[in-house]
């Protein structure tokens, strides 16, 4: 059993910008439906959650990229993050199967400036 982990911590700002610039080509590029979907209902506080999204995505890329063939192998949106019947933030893995990962978890935290995210793995 080896456990892995991965943190990511971005300025929400960025995504932000990167959405009001680039509209649908970002959004639709790094994040599910479902995500998009999510996010949008936050209204005042849409691009935190956007953030959030984005850093788990990374943080969760790098708690898993020893195990991939290629890095290149995974995209933005083969990685999603949904929440369960209590509200809870979990990963959701698309198109992907890594065979060796027994359990992923996934933390989430964001405040007016900022959006962090913590994963653990179990292979």
């Known amino acids: 059993m080896q456990v892995t982990c991965g943190t990511d911590i971005i300025e929400i700002d960025r995504i932000k910008e990167s959405i009001e610039t680039l509209q649908d080509r970002f959004a639709r590029r790094i994040y599910t439906e479902s995500e998009i979907n999510y996010c949008e209902s936050k209204k ?8 959030a999204r984005f850093a788990a995505k990374e943080a969760v890329f790098k708690a898993i990229s020893a195990y991939l063939d290629n890095k290149y192998n995974i995209e933005w949106k083969d990685i999603e993050l949904v929440n369960d019947e209590n509200g809870r933030p979990k990963i959701n893995f698309v198109n992907i199967k890594i065979e060796e990962l027994k359990q992923c978890d996934v933390s989430i935290s964001h405040c007016k400036e900022y959006a962090v995210a913590n994963v653990v793995c179990v292979f």
Request: hydrophobic fraction near 25%.
């Open 44 to 51: 005042n506080v849409k691009y935190q959650h956007y953030a």
